[in-house]
């Protein structure tokens, strides 16, 4: 948290707060959060218009005229909190700060002031996120360096991915969180995929049946688009907060699977919290 929804769920605030708006004014908090960055001061982004929104994977990208663009990744807690000049707030991320409290919060970290009116706080609790400011003509070298996989949110290449899935002996949750296999799937999104497959998370995902990679494939866009449709799992310390059943199981260890009543339980995968119902998907294999 904040996973693709979340983030997709950034980009679209962004989009319509900021697109074609001019920075005017930049204060900027927490100057590490400017990280590997080959541009070394987010002060040569002042009058300058956002041109293009975009997003790969989990990281936002920034696109701004005269050849500079901002990448932002909100990894484990960040937030993004967008105060258009009519009044009204758009926020997605992490859920600290309050959406409706009080900004800059103390972990509010980094603002943008547009000459239209629009304010964005970047926040983060945690201090993991990061910013990197480069010339737009080198945003294709540095996304390729993260070496991501097919977005999960699009149509996937069931046999290639089914086949990648047949030769890995590590779980199937480890595999589904691995960037490089599918970009944008965590914890949460994950755990709900396996619970629609009826896939037990600690599985050798080789062990899968060709029936099972292919339902487990099938799912990623769904529980994705579910995710993206709602603006993100709601999930509080680590208690879900389901809308329309989602999550069904992350972050709702000890309550009723919404489909059998069976008792949610969490163990861990891959040192990863991992929620799932044991009769919808027991260890068969």
């Not at 975009?54 to 901002?70: N, P, W, Y």
């Not at 009044?87 to 959406?99: I, T």
């Amino acid at each position: 948290m904040p996973e693709l929804p979340e983030v997709e769920t950034a980009r679209r605030y962004l989009e319509r707060g900021i697109l074609g708006q001019s920075v005017s004014a930049i204060d900027v908090r927490l100057p590490k959060l400017l990280r590997d960055s080959p541009l070394p001061s987010l002060e040569l982004l002042l009058n300058h218009t956002v041109v293009a929104v975009g997003r790969r994977a989990k990281v936002l990208i920034l696109a701004f005229d005269h050849d500079l663009t901002l990448l932002v990744h909100l990894k484990l807690a960040g937030q993004v909190a967008v105060f258009l000049s009519s009044g009204e707030r758009l926020v997605a991320g992490h859920p600290v700060p309050a959406p409706f409290g009080e900004y800059p919060h103390k972990v509010t970290h980094i603002e943008f002031h547009f000459a239209e009116g629009t304010v964005v706080y970047f926040s983060d609790v945690r201090q993991f996120g990061w910013f990197r400011l480069m010339p737009t003509s080198d945003v294709e070298a540095a996304i390729d360096a993260f070496a991501f996989g097919p977005e999960g949110t699009g149509a996937l290449d069931v046999d290639a991915l089914s086949a990648i899935i047949s030769r890995r002996s590590i779980p199937i949750k480890t595999l589904l969180l691995d960037q490089s296999f599918i970009a944008g799937l965590g914890n949460i999104y994950v755990d709900e995929v396996l619970f629609r497959s009826h896939i037990y998370p600690a599985t050798a995902a080789r062990d899968l049946s060709d029936a099972e990679r292919n339902t487990v494939l099938g799912h990623v866009p769904a529980v994705l688009a579910e995710g993206i449709r709602q603006g993100g799992a709601k999930i509080i310390h680590n208690i879900a907060h389901p809308v329309d059943q989602f999550p069904a199981v992350h972050g709702r260890g000890g309550e009723p699977c919404f489909v059998c009543e069976t008792t949610i339980e969490k163990i861990r995968v891959g040192s990863r919290g991992t929620y799932f119902c044991p009769n919808c998907q027991p260890p068969t294999h």
